[in-house]
């Protein structure tokens, strides 16, 4: 195979990795929604909120932007260590996205703001140290996951919140 041939390989297999990692963060993203549709229609606006609470129709593309984010952090990483070197930040990565994944049927779906909380605060932790982790492979990588950190601990903020008022 010529040069230009084992580009191209190389350039479908990194195309197929970003897919693999948007199917992974838009399915975490897709089930939250499922869990949230009800929820968010009936028990949440009968809860009491602070006034600095988002309106509902914020969350979903903040949160599209964020998945994308997180998948293309997680893409850059592979993209310097692939999947052997860089298993130790990817897998904090798959932590703080199973983590993630865990919020909304708690809050929402289980409509307890406290198991929401007591798993809200390890995922900013996680995310920190995926941060951390992947700015220590690829800076872009790091820098794409301060908006997520930043959202996920006001959210945090807003759990807690939603929480005390509503006892």
Known sequence: MN??????VRNRKSLWILVLFLVACFAVS???ALVTRGPVLQWYPSLLKPAWN?????????WTVLYLMM?????????RRGFKEGAAALGISAFQLALNAAWSPLFFGLRNPLAGLLVIIPLWAAILATMIAFWRI????GA?????????GFAAALNFAIWRLNP
């Open 71 to 79: 998948a293309i952090s997680a893409w850059l990483v592979w993209r």
């Open 30 to 32: 897709a089930a939250g």
């Open 54 to 62: 988002p309106p509902n129709w914020v969350f979903g593309p903040v």
């Open 144 to 152: 794409l996951l301060a908006p997520y950190w930043l959202r996920v």
């Open 3 to 8: 040069p230009k041939g084992v580009t191209t």
């Open 138 to 141: 690829s800076r872009l990588a």
